[in-house]
T-cell receptor, first 114, second 113 residues
Framework: DTGVSQDPRHKITKRGQNVTFRCDPI?????LYWYRQTLGQGPEFLTY????????KSRLLSDRFSAERPKGSFSTLEIQRTEQGDSAMYLC????????????FGQGTRLTVV | GESVGLHLPTLSVQEGDNSIINCAYS??????FIWYKQESGKGPQFIID?????DKRQGQRVTVLLNKTVKHLSLQIAATQPGDSAVYFC????????????FGTGTLLAVQP
């Protein structure tokens, strides 16, 4: 499978715990995005990496959220001290460096904070 | 964001009919648009895209129309099939360094057999 891969697919955690999600983009894609999607809404942009550099972060990304892409390949998104409002689908997407090309999404990680 | 709550607009069609899903975008500076299909529990799947220098683009069974004057986008699906049942999102790319996507309100397409 050469698509975007996310792990885990589902995560249930207790409020206050830390969670970490992983995204493996399409191998030749240097652009990587994280989005969050809540029920009934479209995905909302969280953050963007070009290679290993994090170039943009949304206001949605509070101090409890941190994302990395250490070698310019896979990326991780960590949420510290989870809250019930963090429950959502976390989507990763990647695209090539060419402007105006489609972004390919992974299947997402469904987070439930109880 | 562009949230409209839990009640998605719904389009119900009979199998074999044509479907038209509409989308209004907000930024006249957007120069690239994508339609995505999202099935329950899955990530968005690319369907078709269009650049702002075009007003129509056709794919297999799908056509996207772009009206920049009124900032409107539509997706036409010919001979709709049960497998087309999903939520459809339009997304606009406002360019710049990140090429991030801004998603519109989804439309639930329900295909009746």
């Amino acid at each position: 499978d050469t698509g975007v891969s996310q792990d885990p697919r589902h995560k249930i955690t207790k409020r206050g715990q830390n969670v970490t999600f992983r995204c493996d983009p399409i191998s030749e894609h240097n652009r990587l995005y994280w989005y969050r999607q809540t029920l009934g809404q479209g995905p909302e942009f969280l953050t963007y990496f070009q290679n290993e550099a994090q170039l943009e972060k949304s206001r949605l990304l509070s101090d409890r959220f941190s994302a990395e892409r250490p070698k310019g390949s896979f990326s991780t998104l960590e949420i510290q001290r989870t809250e019930q409002g963090d429950s959502a689908m976390y989507l990763c997407a990647s695209s090539s460096g060419t402007e105006n090309t489609e972004a390919f999404f992974g299947q997402g990680t469904r987070l439930t904070v109880v | 964001g562009e949230s409209v709550g839990l009640h998605l607009p719904t389009l119900s069609v009979q199998e074999g009919d044509n479907s038209i899903i509409n989308c209004a975008y907000s930024n006249s500076a957007s120069d690239y648009f994508i339609w995505y299909k999202q099935e329950s529990g899955k990530g968005p799947q690319f369907i078709i895209d269009i650049r702002s220098n075009m007003d129509k683009r056709q794919g297999q069974r799908v056509t996207v129309l772009l009206n920049k004057t009124v900032k409107h986008l539509s997706l036409q699906i010919a001979a709709t099939q049960p497998g087309d049942s999903a939520v459809y999102f339009c997304a606009e790319n406002r360019g710049g360094a990140t090429n991030k996507l801004i998603f519109g309100t989804g439309t639930l397409l329900a295909v009746q057999p």
